[in-house]
């Protein structure tokens, strides 16, 4: 639990354009840069080696964007949630930019795990052939291979919307994460493409993410 | 300009680090609208450029003139410039993603003697001819600067113009001219001309290269095509720098970087003398900024990046005359905040009790010294001026204060260093190591490590040793070898640089012209990025040498008489000649020369010849 006498901003923000490709240390550090530029009172921890008080939420693979991404920070004492936008909005570049912000008690979920279930969405040169995705993929983690169970993440499968002629398909699915790991997304669309000779995608997105 | 962002987003997947390459970041500068561009490029990759000051004050400056924009570049690491090559996509700039070759100006920063096959990787990807003789109107001027512009000669076919000192005031004298002459329709012969005839700015292809005998008796190796031309090439200085804001906007980086921190320069220039120096030789006098300016500085850098922390950078920060005051002031200001303020580099005889307590507030890493040398003698010889009661001072201090962890450079392969001196390094980290351990409370004692890290000396341009051989790798080895079986202790460790890759460097240091035909071979066997240990061919630079026939271990290693004309005799750092010779023989006579901004003038020449005088905030004690 979150130390009361803290206030607990949660932030919400986008992942988008370019910094779609940065890796989320690399988001991490540029968000607490922001959240010092903003010039929020932050808590610093007090051990050895003082830091900002900001946890973010789940992890976002190289390439993929999210326009509905959260970070908590603490502060040591209360700012009006819109002054604190303001100013991390101005604090901000354009692709890694806040769009609320908002208290949250001190014994509610971190944003790392409040949200497990999320959905995707890939954009492809080309309307789809086959969206049926394979029971197992195998993964290497720590120089280990793994083998996952589709299903156990796939909430809802990969559908296809077509977009204009000639602009591709758009292909949503949903995925949740469970307590030993989680499917990437990059992954699903990796095996779309397999299954799809000749189709690129353009982008991948985390659209929503939500506690069920 | 071309906008390359489209074909190189569709490769970006496939790098190894995308945000290299992705601009955008807070901080960077866009003038879209500006006529005249200019590209400022560091030839290596950019989390090793994009901290390098000599980029971000060369892209401010041009940047604060009215219609003139500046933009970065990059080299892109080894595998996606072969990404690149593959699919055809020339290198490009950051902010607007624009080819280099579409540029009025391409300035190339030359960090280090091992950046040079990297210059040309950097031309070559950009579709820019290498030999600037094959440069049409149509191509982009290009100039380059840097530590390495003081021996130009290694670097001359490659570049237009080399720019000598610091580049505040010059580079924009130089853009400025360009652009007028460019607007009027000169050619590119002409405005090259034109520029050569600014201080400090020397093209190479207006003047012939010597044979030796010749140069020897002319007292220059090079001669003007042409009447009217300048023969010699005085530094130039940013004239203005202790008055000057210490804040300047810099961008603050996505993917982490070297130096990946607020770094302010509070003072430039140390006149210290260590003689095998060259920063020490090419940043005189010493020039302070004023505590007031820093402080107000510091503050508003940190507000407007958000960095965690704050370096205050210079040759020698401790130096500075009102230090504590600066470090008191900003640790005041900063507590409580998690901000750490750190110096780069400490002088052992500046480190005192005091010092320990102001630098890096509760976080205490690694600590480094450089004593440089392992007996006191050899410490004389290269004027270092520290003592091992200064070691021991500060180890007292630092360890005192909290530190566990202490690294120690020295160099190997000085001159005059015998086996007594080498059997000295290990000595003195020994009785360092113990020191330190009784400096810390018994059951923390175990914590305590030391480590010793060895350079192979590399003698430079432009220094009281640029007369002085390297020793040869095979020496180098043999003495490292002494040192790692004269070390006794388990927790003092030593570590040395690969003497072929100091090999290199000593060539590139002090070689000719000739050596230009080399590092070209040497590039066109696939050598680049040589400063990264992962990617230097020595076989290419050793294939090279003997394909083109060059005795390259004479110029590494062969020990001149102080009155030999050196390739770059006609480039002074303002540091007179005859100073450098009594500097050198007072090495061999192992006595010492005080340090200028503390006590008496040692006349090294600099500020009658530059016009210039010391500036010190406060006086300084030693």
Redesign the interface.
């Known amino acids: 639990m979150a130390n009361p006498d803290l206030f607990r901003l949660r932030v919400t923000f986008a992942k988008t354009?370019?910094?779609a490709?940065?890796?989320h240390?690399?988001i991490a550090?540029?968000l607490?840069?922001?959240?010092?530029?903003a010039?929020l009172p932050y808590a610093?921890?007090q051990g050895?080696?003082?830091?900002?008080k900001i946890a973010f939420g789940s992890a976002l693979p190289?390439?993929v964007g999210g326009t509905e991404e959260r970070f908590d920070v603490q502060l040591v004492r209360w700012v009006d949630p819109d002054e604190a936008l303001t100013a991390l909005k101005r604090?901000s570049?354009?692709?890694l930019m806040p769009s609320a912000c908002a208290y949250i008690g001190p014994k509610e979920p971190a944003a790392s795990v409040a949200f497990p279930v999320a959905d995707y969405e890939a954009v492809f040169s080309r309307p789809l052939d086959a969206l049926a995705l394979p029971e197992t993929v195998t993964v290497v983690r720590k120089k280990k291979e793994k083998v996952l169970t589709v299903a156990d993440y796939v909430v809802s499968a990969p559908a296809q919307e077509p977009l204009a002629a000639g602009e591709g398909a758009r292909v949503v699915f949903t995925l949740r994460s469970l307590d030993t790991g989680s499917l990437r997304p990059d992954l699903v669309v990796q095996e779309l493409l397999r299954a799809n000779p000749g189709a690129e995608v353009q982008t991948i997105t985390r659209t929503a993410q939500r506690a069920r | 300009m071309t906008d390359l962002w489209p074909r190189l987003e569709r490769l970006?997947?496939r790098a190894e680090r995308?945000?290299r390459y992705?601009?955008?970041?807070?901080g960077a500068t866009y003038k879209l609208e500006a006529d005249y561009r200019y590209c400022m490029a560091y030839p290596d990759t950019y989390e090793l450029g994009q901290a390098n000051q000599a980029v971000r004050i060369l892209c401010n400056v041009v940047n604060a003139q009215e219609g003139m924009a500046a933009e970065r570049a990059f080299l892109p690491a080894a595998e996606f410039a072969d990404t690149m090559r593959a699919e055809g996509l020339p290198a490009f700039s950051l902010e607007s993603c624009a080819p280099l070759a579409e540029f009025d100006c391409l300035g190339i920063t030359l960090p280090h003697e091992l950046a040079a096959t990297n210059v040309l990787e950097l031309l070559d990807l950009a579709g820019i001819p290498l030999h600037a003789e094959d440069r049409a109107d149509g191509d982009p001027l290009v100039i380059g600067g840097g530590p390495c512009a003081f021996n130009p000669e290694p670097y001359a076919p490659f570049f237009d113009v080399i720019v000598i000192g610091e580049g505040e005031d010059v580079n924009v004298e130089l853009l400025q001219l360009h652009r007028r002459m460019r607007d009027a329709g000169a050619s590119r012969a002409e405005i090259v001309r034109a520029i050569a005839q600014i201080p400090g700015c020397y093209a190479p292809s207006l003047y012939r290269w010597l044979p030796e005998a010749e140069a020897q008796e002319r007292g220059s190796w090079i001669e003007p095509v042409e009447e009217g031309l300048p023969e010699r090439f005085e530094k130039r200085l940013f004239e203005g720098f202790a008055d000057s804001p210490t804040w300047e906007p810099c961008v603050?980086p996505?993917?982490?970087v070297v130096h990946d921190r607020l770094n302010v320069e509070i003072l430039r220039g140390c006149t210290r003398g260590c003689r095998f120096c060259q920063a020490g030789m090419m940043y005189r006098p010493v020039r302070e900024r004023s505590a007031d300016n820093i402080v107000a500085s510091v503050l508003r850098g940190?507000?407007?990046?958000?960095?965690?922390e704050v370096s205050l950078t210079s040759l020698s920060s401790t130096d500075h005359s009102q230090i504590a005051e600066i470090l008191r002031r900003l640790n005041e200001a900063c507590a409580?905040?998690?901000i750490r303020i750190s110096i780069p580099s400490q002088r052992l005889d500046s480190f005192g009790v005091e010092m320990a307590e102001l630098v890096a507030g509760?976080?205490k890493g690694g600590l480094t010294f450089a004593p440089e040398a392992g007996t006191q003698r050899l410490r004389d010889v290269i004027n270092k001026g520290v003592t091992e009661d200064d070691l021991f001072g500060a180890i007292d201090a630092a360890f005192a204060a909290g530190w566990r962890r202490c690294k120690l450079y020295f160099m190997i392969g000085l001159p005059t260093e015998t086996d007594e001196d080498i059997k000295g390094i290990a000595s003195l980290a020994q009785r360092a190591y113990d020191r330190a351990k009784k400096a810390v409370p018994p059951e923390q004692r175990g914590n305590v490590r030391m480590s010793v890290s060895c350079a192979l000396f590399v003698p430079k341009a432009q220094t009281p040793f640029q007369w002085d051989g390297q020793i040869t790798p095979e020496e180098a080895l043999r003495r490292v070898d002494l040192l790692r079986r004269s070390v006794k202790y388990r927790a003092v460790d030593v570590h040395w640089h690969d003497p072929e890759t100091s090999f290199v460097e000593a060539v590139m240091s002090r070689g000719g012209r000739e050596c230009a035909a080399w590092v070209e071979e040497a590039w066109r066997r696939g050598a680049r990025f040589d400063a990264w240990t992962e990617h230097f061919k020595e076989g290419a630079w050793r294939e090279a040498a003997d394909a083109l026939g060059l005795d390259l271990a004479q110029v590494a290693q062969r020990t001149y008489d102080t009155g030999y004309v050196m390739p770059w005799a006609h480039v002074s750092a303002g540091v007179s000649t005859r100073w450098l010779q009594r500097e050198r023989r007072l090495a061999q006579e192992e006595k010492t020369t005080p340090d200028c901004s503390f006590e008496r003038c040692s006349a090294c020449g600099v500020c009658p010849d530059l016009g210039v005088d010391i500036q010190c905030q406060e006086v300084r004690h030693g």
């Open positions: 354009g370019r910094c490709m940065l890796s240390l690399e550090r540029a607490e840069r922001a959240v010092r530029r010039g610093i921890s050895f080696s003082p830091h900002m190289v390439g604090a570049v354009e692709d | 970006i997947p995308p945000a992705i601009d955008h970041e807070w603050v996505f993917t982490e940190l507000a407007e990046t958000g960095y965690d409580g905040k998690g509760q976080k």
